[in-house]
């Protein structure tokens, strides 16, 4: 008893030692076959087709014989058997035993035989088999110590094949995430580094330096990137680099484990969308002369009349469509203009006397259609930072497409008010709302919702305007409405209490 367990806490060990399969059911099967002094033994494993995925052997045999061994003892012999029963048996004497098949070939006698299943769970995945050349070598003792031999491997395999697999995976993740183009940077919620990929080693200018478990701020003081990192920052962002690129960062939070950013090279899209800008902007310029002279020509034509009532009503129809045209190039420069805006001239603004200004502003346009603009809420003391003439124009456009929009008779309100550091401008109209399919894309350039169903003049550049003033500001724009009874537009800026807080 002693002896056999002081056998299994050696074989325990032995299978603690190595982590691959092979050798250590080697291992395991020399120190069985030596404890009960057998001739020699095999293992036989099997994959989930009951199809031999390896056969150790104690004894070489040449792979040819191996092949015929597996087939033979598996459909008429004991190791069959043993799969099919589920359960170990012995064989006292093979002469006596149907269960054994004799093959010609066979490199050594065999008489007595002692095998058992290797199981996981209810299946059986492997056969421990150990032979002597004599008869009666082995009793049922030695079947329950094969058994618990069997019991140990079974479970120590297991944990080989997943740790082998665990392995696998973490090799193919390492070695996609150290090929990529784009930098990995994987860091802890206090922004201690966990690991950099090449890419980010190569961006940060760290190559070859132990990073593990510093603080991103003392590896780079690429300023972008450690405010995207600062927390309740935005989880995706442009991060201008020292050498003129651009990358694109997106962050996630790993539950556990603290935050996953994926830098990718954007630097040929901005050049990409700078030279459209650029294009467009050189385009809508060279548009403004000619556009003056033909404007300049309806005036000759009338100045030199006289002309017929035909005549006149024909001009007025150029100069619409001239306006338009003047209309639709004035807005692409003032959103170019914007958009190419690196910094505002900012000033504290008390955004009540802004929003006064563009109530004044609007007025005739207003009276034209007798429409009642009235400020209905409101709050005198929220000051901000921001751009007089920019922020008069944002709302300025917001009343202007609420008239537009609206019926002759109806009614436009503004509010003021503020929710959690953020002052809130909404204009509320009355007019025919914005059908829930056009709602997501009203702010995008050129989008005209209502284009076909009424002839209001309009670029579908006055939204776009608005969002990117808005958004300059530090700001957010969004619209609610509801076919036939109006809509709410309202944009959030940060009060100035509330920047004064952040940069704390
Ligand atoms: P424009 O007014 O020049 O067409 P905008 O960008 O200002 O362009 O607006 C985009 C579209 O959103 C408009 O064409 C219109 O269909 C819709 N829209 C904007 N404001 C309102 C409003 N107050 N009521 C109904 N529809 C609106």
Same mark, same amino acid.
């Given at each position: ?54 056969? #150790? ?13 597996? +087939? ?15 359960? +170990?048996?012995? /064989? ?48 049922? &003792? ?37 090929? !990529? %183009? ?25 190559? +070859?330096?132990?990073?593990?478990? %510093? ?6 003081? /690429? ?16 991060? &201008? ?77 150029? !100069? ?8 639709? #190039? ?72 609420? #008239? ?55 670029? +579908? ?10 958004? %300059? ?17 309202? #944009? ?13």
């Amino acid at each position: 008893m002693q002896e056999q367990l002081s056998l299994l806490n050696r074989i325990s060990d032995e299978l603690n030692k190595d982590l691959d399969p092979d050798k250590m059911l080697r291992r395991v099967l020399n120190l069985t076959v030596a404890h009960l002094n057998a001739t020699t033994g095999s293992i036989m494993l099997f994959d989930q087709q009951n199809r031999v995925s390896a056969y #150790i052997l104690q004894q070489e045999v040449s792979s040819e014989s191996a092949d015929r061994i597996v +087939g033979t003892v598996l459909t008429e012999g004991f190791a069959g058997w043993v799969l099919n029963k589920g359960e +170990g048996g012995v /064989i006292f004497d093979t002469y006596q035993d149907s269960r054994w098949v004799v093959y010609d070939d066979q490199p050594y006698d065999v008489r007595s035989v002692i095998a058992t299943p290797l199981r996981r769970r209810r299946r059986v995945i492997g056969v421990l088999t150990v032979v002597h050349d004599e008869p009666n070598q082995f009793a049922e &003792p030695d079947l329950q110590l094969l058994n618990a031999i069997a019991g140990q491997a079974a479970i120590a395999l297991e944990n080989a094949q997943l740790f082998k697999q665990t392995e696998q995976e973490r090799v193919k993740l390492s070695a996609i995430i150290n090929s !990529t %183009q784009d930098a990995v940077l994987v860091t802890t919620p206090e922004n201690e580094v966990v690991l950099l990929n090449p890419a980010a080693q190569e961006l940060l200018g760290l190559n +070859g330096q132990t990073t593990q478990g %510093q603080p991103l701020s003392e590896l780079t003081d /690429i300023e972008a990137l450690l405010k995207m990192l600062s927390p309740d920052s935005p989880a995706a962002g442009e991060v &201008p680099l020292p050498d003129g690129r651009t990358m694109w960062a997106t962050i996630t939070e790993i539950a556990d484990m603290g935050r996953v950013t994926v830098l990718q090279d954007i630097s040929a899209f901005k050049a990409l969308d700078k030279m459209k800008r650029d294009f467009v902007t050189a385009f809508t310029h060279d548009l403004r002369t000619p556009l003056a002279t033909v404007k300049g020509y309806i005036e000759l034509v009338r100045m030199d009349g006289p002309i017929t009532t035909r005549q006149e009503e024909d001009l007025d129809g150029i !100069t619409r469509a001239a306006n338009m045209m003047k209309a639709l #190039i004035e807005d692409l420069l003032e959103l170019s203009r914007l958009e190419r805006l690196e910094e505002l001239a900012l000033e504290n603004l008390n955004l009540e006397e802004v929003i006064q200004l563009s109530i004044g502003a609007i007025k005739p346009l207003a009276a034209s259609k007798e429409i009642d603009v009235a400020l209905t809420d409101t709050q005198s003391d929220l000051i901000i930072e921001g751009n007089l003439v920019l922020l008069s124009r944002a709302v300025g456009n917001l009343l202007d497409n609420a #008239i537009k929009y609206t019926p002759s008779g109806g009614k436009v309100q503004i509010r003021l008010d503020s929710n959690n550091g953020q002052a809130l401008v909404s204009v509320i109209d009355n007019g025919p709302g914005i059908r829930p399919k056009d709602l997501p894309r009203v702010f995008e350039k050129f989008y005209r919702a209502r284009a076909e169903l009424d002839d209001v003049p309009g670029t +579908g550049l006055g939204l776009s305007i608005v969002k990117t003033i808005t958004e %300059q500001h530090g700001g957010e724009i969004w619209v609610e409405s509801q076919p036939d009874t109006g809509s709410t537009f309202t #944009i959030s800026i940060p009060t100035l209490e509330n920047k004064d807080a952040e940069t704390k």
